[in-house]
């Protein structure tokens, strides 16, 4: 799981939703590490995403700074 610690706009747009970096603290095979996703979210969607929400997330075996979140960690 990943937990929430910050979220800031990038100043990216794609014209429909904006790019956030989303500051997240992961959970996960017996390690905790901070990393930061950068997501594009629409303006409905920005209120999930606050600080000390934890979503389930997937991390690249090769890479654990790249991370994907999806859905709200049960």
């Known amino acids: 799981k990943a937990t929430i610690n910050s979220i800031s ?3 990216n747009s794609d014209g429909v939703s ?3 970096g989303i500051a997240v603290t992961v959970e996960g095979n ?3 590490y901070d990393t930061v996703v950068n997501q594009y979210l629409t303006e409905a969607a920005v209120p999930s995403y606050q600080p000390g929400v ?4 997937k991390a690249d075996p090769d890479d654990r700074s790249r ?3 999806f859905g709200l960690a049960s």
């Open 9 to 11: 706009e990038t100043g």
């Open 54 to 57: 934890a979503f389930d997330a």
């Open 18 to 20: 904006k790019e956030y």
């Open 67 to 69: 991370v994907l979140l």
């Open 30 to 32: 017996g390690e905790t």
